[in-house]
């Protein structure tokens, strides 16, 4: 047991926009939507902001306006003190996981201090994989790692797994579904309304949730990755795993996670730092955990992930009363689903990325903010969050209700 | 050549198939008022069913091609009316993104004074040609009121010149005159008279058939980190310029919300931009020094008739 706990006293979220174009978040730079929602986070709770030590934020893509240690600008731009220190931390799509993990850590080891975590991406604005890096650009990287991009990855595991079209489609029905109802249902309570800097509403719900989605509209759409296996991913996939013969397209537009436009922020401290502010407790982080799994299927992190946090707690799957685990596409899900033989009423309950869309360095405090809501409505003490990660990687945080 | 009736404009018909759309709204100015939307709704009413036509010149019957914005209206805005000034603005726009999306070749041919909201409206044109005249000026002179070129200035201006060269013109509100605006970009073409301007206006329409807004195409956004260095040095050194020229003024706060504005319009989709545009705008409406800025404006312009009867006097 670590010698202090790391509390969370308030966990918030802007909506997700459509994180293009046409989205209504679009308008609005990073920084402004993560300041924004800083404000937020005080006015909700109260606290002098030059109790918070720290405002750590996970972005995958920091560059241009979204660059340059932004949680420090944001900081800044929403008027808070100049003690409060920032920092930016990218772990591909476990940015926003590993902010909060960092900072609970921070606490555990007995930092008497406020932090403020979370994450922040406008995917409209700063295009995925505008940064590249070695795996995108360095050829001599690619022939020795054999990488492949997600989608090949996700289409992989499909067929390792032997996932169809329709097992796909139909969860992502079934995300759609269940983030409409919760909507609907006012259970997302952490959602913050964004408005602009006159104070005129610009979005109030997850822009990208079709309530009325059906499977059979689902199966009309493309497979969104034929072309780039045919370029030769394929082959490269299939050479690692020659068992399956040939890779099938089952991911499309509709069964992914969406773009998107957003940010989060989780208040995170000891119980000491929280009780000067007047700032009650929600809920504990009680583990952490990062793993890295095979770099070719790379999304099959979050059940090893899982495993490793739980052993580490020294709890059971049957001790955890619900999980998310991002749906970076629907065969994420599934597969975490089966290999911890999991009850999927007990996951994603109030629906995924595939329905409300998945802003990278953002998700991981949107879905310890969902999780934390739906923990609250339900009266439930544990849940675990957790996301697949490029390369492999996967990452995991125990929540417990206090 | 032909003729026929749309409220608030004086229409010609050439035989090529080119409208020469003069401006003539009721009173002495043309002014971007109440009879100005009318005037717009009924040229876009009429062009937009008739496509028999291969081009528009948009000019003024009057002698100033066109003022600038409602001021009357602007002066009066307050806190709360947040909603309805958006909704206005929002609707005073789209006209002009209408006219720029007519799918035919636009011309401004400005034969008088075309500031602020009159400027906007060339914008909005495909092609600017202005009459050689020493009295003529062009320009976004909206900060000295303390607001910004809000009817989509801000926005096309940093898209036609990029943001360092807008940048003057819009923080410093500069009236160029032909030669000054001819050299910066502001106009593409000058005329000798009003004949060559007619001439010149319809040669360019029958030239570019196929004339389109840059910002029409689909990757119309610039995102910061695809700037060039020297683009990307602007955005550095421009806002301590403009803290150095303007530290302490009254007029600060408007000119670092239009620079900023300008910058940030760049990163985001075109229609977006104007949105955005439109809010930071009403930003600025809300301030006291806007608002006394304008009504100052409007006090000495009701004072001049009384002044000059005096002295006829």
């Known amino acids: ?60 893509t920091p560059l241009g306006e979204q660059g340059g240690v932004i949680p420090k600008s944001a900081a ?8 409060v220190c920032g920092l930016q931390v990218n772990r591909f799509c476990a940015s926003g996981l590993e902010a909060i993990n960092i900072a609970a850590q921070r606490v555990m080891a007995g930092a008497p201090e406020l932090m403020v975590a979370g994450g922040v991406e406008s995917m409209s604005r700063v295009a995925m994989g ?15 790692v054999g990488s492949v991009p997600q989608g090949i990855s996700a289409d992989l595991i499909a067929s390792v797994d032997g996932y169809s079209r329709h097992q796909l489609d139909e969860w992502a029905v079934r995300s759609h579904e269940r983030a409409a109802k919760a909507g609907h249902d006012g259970a997302f309570k952490s959602l913050i309304p964004f408005q602009d800097g006159v104070g005129l509403p610009v979005l109030a719900r997850d822009e990208l949730v079709r309530a009325n989605c059906t499977s059979q509209a ?185 | 050549m032909s003729s026929n009736a ?108 075309a500031l602020g909201g009159g400027y906007e409206t060339c914008l909005a044109c495909h092609h600017r040609i202005a009459l050689r005249d020493m009295r003529l000026r062009v320009g976004l002179p909206e900060i000295e009121f303390g607001i910004l070129a809000g009817a989509g200035g801000v926005v096309r201006l940093t898209r036609l010149l990029g943001f360092e060269k807008a940048v003057p013109f819009l ?20 005329a000798d008279d009003a004949e060559q301007l007619i001439a010149k206006s319809r040669s360019w ?15 119309n956004a610039l995102p910061a980190h695809k700037l060039d260095a020297a683009q990307r040095r602007a955005l550095l050194l421009e806002p301590g310029k403009l803290t150095r020229r303007l530290a302490g003024s009254p007029a600060e706060f408007a000119a670092q919300r239009t620079m900023a504005l300008s910058a940030e319009s760049l990163s985001m989709d075109f229609d977006a931009a104007l949105r955005y545009e439109t809010r930071v705008l009403i930003e600025l409406l809300r301030t006291d020094y806007a608002r006394n800025q304008m009504q100052a404006f409007l006090d000495r312009k009701s004072s001049k008739p009384a002044a000059a009867q005096k002295v006829a006097a």
């Open chain 1, 1 to 60: 047991m670590p010698s202090e706990n790391a509390y969370i006293f308030d966990a918030i979220r802007t909506p997700r926009g459509r994180g293009r174009r046409d989205g209504a978040l679009h308008e609005f730079k990073p920084v402004t939507i993560l300041a924004s929602l800083l404000r937020s986070l005080q006015q909700r709770n109260g606290f002098d902001t030059g109790a918070v030590s720290d405002v750590v934020m996970g972005v995958v």
């Open chain 1, 76 to 83: 800044q731009l929403a008027g808070w003190d100049e003690s």
């Open chain 1, 130 to 144: 505008s940064d590249g890096g070695p795996w995108q650009e360095d050829p001599e990287t690619a022939f020795k």
């Open chain 1, 218 to 402: 689902l199966a009309k759409l493309e497979p969104s990755f034929v072309k780039m296996g045919a370029a030769g991913f394929d082959d490269i996939a299939v050479s690692r795993f020659p068992a399956v013969r040939r890779v099938e397209h089952v991911h499309t537009a509709g069964n992914s996670s969406g773009i998107a436009d957003g940010a989060s922020a989780v208040l995170i401290g000891s119980r000491a730092a929280g009780e000067k502010q007047g700032l009650r407790p929600r809920a504990r982080i009680a583990a952490t955990a990062v793993v890295c799994t095979d770099p070719t299927l790379m999304l099959t992190g979050p059940a090893p992930a899982t495993r490793k946090l739980l052993a580490q707690a020294g709890l059971s799957i049957a001790d955890v009363d619900l999980f998310e685990c991002n749906e970076a596409f629907a065969v994420v899900v599934l597969r975490y689903i089966k290999e911890l033989g999991l009850d999927e009423g007990r996951v994603n309950v109030n629906g995924g990325a595939i329905a409300m869309g998945h802003p990278l360095g953002a998700t991981g405090g949107v879905l310890v903010s969902m999780l934390l809501d739906e923990l609250e409505r339900r009266d439930r003490r544990r849940g675990v969050v957790t996301l697949c990660a490029g390369g492999g990687m996967g990452i995991a945080t125990l929540i417990e209700r206090v």
């Open chain 2, 6 to 113: 749309v409220q608030g404009w004086q229409l010609t018909r050439f035989d090529d198939g080119i409208v020469l759309a003069a401006l003539d709204l009721p009173g002495k100015v043309n002014i971007m008022d109440d009879h100005f939307i009318a005037a717009m709704e009924s040229l876009l009413g009429h062009l937009e069913t008739a496509r028999d036509y291969t081009g528009v010149i948009l000019t003024s019957a009057k002698s100033v091609f066109l003022a600038g914005g409602d001021l009357k209206r602007m002066v009066q805005s307050r806190a709360g009316q947040e909603a309805s000034l958006y909704a206005y603005f929002e609707n005073l726009k789209s006209y002009l993104r209408r006219l720029e999306r007519l799918g035919r070749p636009l011309v401004a041919a400005i034969n008088g004074a």
């Open chain 2, 171 to 190: 923080t410093e509100g500069l009236a160029a005159d032909v030669s000054t605006a001819l050299e910066a970009g502001l106009i593409d073409d000058v």
């Open chain 2, 205 to 219: 329409i029958l030239a570019h058939p196929q004339a389109r807004q840059p910002w029409d195409r689909l990757d």
